[in-house]
């Protein structure tokens, strides 16, 4: 059985107010993904079943995300490299700079050997002391004791197996986004590709390319995400302001998103205790027991 969580306040619900549009952890042109808004009806794969049977709570997240082009993903990517996939992290309670336990998320994540990079700087994640190639792909999902998130747009990967990754970072502490070097893919599987038997990199819902293509490829000079995503930002608080200055929205409104936006821009989300993982359990478990009463 599904259930949803408590949604703390999110800078997204800015766009009810604006004009401008927001794009949240995501690139503003062609492929940019959402924070996920409750719970997805899409399948568990086999292999999750007999996990997710001895859960006493189950949450489905999903990332909603445009369509997305080889160019777009090239070109929103501040990252964009090949690599072998290593395995994946015990889960992660993210607890986001406003909402605290009533919002914190479970992430995962998943490791890379980066061995060519086609944009950007492989940046590694020194928490996750796995040597100087290697880089963190971070995605919302995680089994804990008695709670599964399920993610159903993560990609299945295989330890060993190569990939090309589409990556972009988040520079602020904005939707959940804790400090250090880890990286996020558009909406989440979109951006990681499957290396098939001629030696191409593929993505059932967007195409194929080989590495000797990608490296002549040329980039663009946009911005990448990771700078779009503040420069909307600033553009989403300052078309804020201008609202309640026009008497479109109340004061209290004003101070919720202002509280945000500050919050988000000064500090970074942070990795929640042991004593915070049983709070979260106990109230997700407790959600859903109210909702089967």
Not at 19 to 35: F, R, W, Y
Not at 177 to 199: M, P, Q, R
Not at 201 to 209: H, K
Request: charged share 25%; hydrophobic share 40%.
């Amino acid at each position: 059985m599904n259930i949803r969580t408590k949604q703390g306040l999110r800078l997204s619900v800015l766009a009810a107010f604006s004009s401008v549009a927001l794009v949240c952890v995501a690139a503003l042109s062609g492929c940019g993904s959402q924070p996920p808004q409750g719970a997805s009806s899409a399948e568990v794969s086999h292999s999750q079943i007999d996990v997710l049977q001895s859960k006493e709570a189950v949450l489905h997240v999903s990332a909603s995300s445009a369509e997305c082009t080889l160019e777009s993903l090239r070109d929103d990517s501040d990252l964009v490299a090949s690599g072998r996939y290593l395995g994946k992290s015990d889960p992660i309670l993210v607890i986001p700079v406003v909402g605290g336990i009533d919002a914190a998320m479970y992430y995962t994540d998943y490791y890379f050997e980066v061995d060519n990079v086609f944009k950007g700087e492989a940046l590694t994640d020194d928490a996750a002391s796995r040597g100087s190639s290697v880089i963190s792909v971070r995605m919302k999902g995680g089994a804990g004791d008695r709670v599964a998130v399920v993610n159903d747009d993560a990609p299945e990967l295989e330890e060993g197996s190569s990939y090309l990754l589409f990556l972009y970072r988040v520079l602020d502490g904005l939707d959940g986004n804790t400090e250090g070097n880890h990286y996020y893919s558009f909406g989440d599987k979109l951006g990681i590709w499957e290396k098939d038997s001629a030696g191409n990199f593929a993505n059932a819902e967007v195409g194929s390319v080989s590495a000797d293509s990608l490296a002549l490829m040329p980039i663009s000079d946009a911005a990448p995400a990771s700078e779009q995503n503040l420069a909307s930002e600033d553009a989403m608080i300052d078309d804020v302001r201008a609202r309640y200055n026009e008497g479109q929205i109340d004061k209290k409104t004003l101070d919720a998103y202002e509280e945000l936006y500050s919050a988000s821009r000064n500090g970074f989300a942070t990795v929640g205790t042991d004593d915070d993982v049983r709070a979260f359990e106990e109230a997700m478990v407790e959600s859903l027991a109210s909702q089967s009463s």
